[in-house]
């Protein structure tokens, strides 16, 4: 299967649940691809969409390739509604933008750390989602060169969501499934309280 993306930039369309694509596991890239200019523009093209949504992280099925690439990206002003406390409470921390392929997660904690979380393919609903607080991920890098990546906090939280979409799962198949709510509920009752975990979430990714 040759790797065809849409050509426009600004055109990747983000795929929504119920979309097949979402559900199936993604091929590893081969170093010939990864180099290729298609994957170096669909990366472009990928950094611009989440960059627009806006949200943290986009894995290749969500723009309808299913193929083991993800692009990451926390920034500042993705965290800028929520308070000292409330970064330190998710061990949230800026981190620059880069891609991830072909990874292997391995959990070097269990998956007991609690947040909401949503994701661009499902709009405007978020749930608690228990993910491992540190990971390690063997990936390639935009380039086929192998890394290793030791992640923790936040950062772990999105490689774990973006890497389940690799393997065509979703933050559902994980959840607390009675937290789940519409962003707009979330706000109206739970984001009444002031601290942690009732606070207000960060992009999907
Ligand atoms: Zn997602």
């Known amino acids: 299967m040759g790797l065809k993306h849409p050509r426009a ?7 929504i649940m119920g979309d097949p694509v979402l559900r199936q596991r993604a091929r590893p890239l081969t170093a010939e691809e990864i180099t290729s200019k298609a994957t170096q523009e669909l ?7 989440m960059h627009r949504a806006p949200g943290v992280g986009l894995a290749a099925p969500q723009i309808g390739l ?9 920034r500042e002003t993705s965290m800028r509604e929520l308070s000292a406390r409330q970064r330190k409470e998710r061990e949230r921390k800026p981190v620059s933008f ?3 392929v072909n ?3 391995t959990l070097e904690s269990p998956p007991e750390v609690e947040f909401f979380e949503g994701c661009l393919s499902l709009p405007g609903y978020l749930a608690m989602v228990p993910r491992a607080r540190r990971i390690k991920v ?4 935009h380039r086929g060169r192998p890394r290793t990546i030791h992640a923790s906090g936040w950062y772990a939280r999105i490689l774990q969501h973006e890497i389940d979409h690799l393997a065509g799962a979703v933050y559902l198949d ?4 009675t937290t789940f709510t519409s962003l707009e509920n ?3 009752f739970a984001a009444a309280g002031t601290a942690g975990k009732n606070a207000p979430v960060a992009p999907p990714s």
Do not use: F, G, N
Request: hydrophobic fraction near 40%; charged fraction near 30%; include cysteine.
């Open 98 to 100: 880069h891609v991830i």
């Open 174 to 177: 994980r959840m607390r499934s």
């Open 186 to 188: 979330h706000k109206r």
């Open 138 to 141: 063997e990936c390639l890098d």
């Open 103 to 105: 990874p292997a997660l």
């Open 9 to 15: 930039v600004e055109s990747l369309t983000i795929r």
């Open 66 to 74: 299913p193929v083991q690439l993800a692009v990451i990206e926390d």
């Open 43 to 49: 990366i472009d093209a990928m950094r611009e969409t």
